[in-house]
């Protein structure tokens, strides 16, 4: 199969920061994707929340202001896991 040569911008939002890596959930359900840090392009420091974008290279951060909606459903997903699993545990 032969593909044009096509630049295609993306965007994301931090979900997760380690040490040597960042995990960002794609826009549009596209997916989850974890790079490591030396491939993130800022001049801020990381927050989970802010919304990065690239053109499928290395990613760059678009701003030092998290999405505060994004990490609000991200604190009730881990809080509803949280409940989850600790009834699990208790059965």
Known sequence: MK????????????VEIH????????????????????MLITDYPLVVGQEVGWNMSFVEQLGPEANEKY?????????????????KDDK
């Open 3 to 14: 593909y044009g040569d096509k630049i295609i911008y993306m965007e994301g939002v931090i």
């Open 19 to 38: 040490d040597g890596c960042v995990g960002i959930d794609l826009k549009g359900r596209l997916g989850y994707l974890k790079i490591p840090m030396r």
């Open 71 to 87: 990490v609000s459903n991200l604190d009730t997903y881990q809080r509803r896991q949280e409940e989850m699993k600790s009834r």
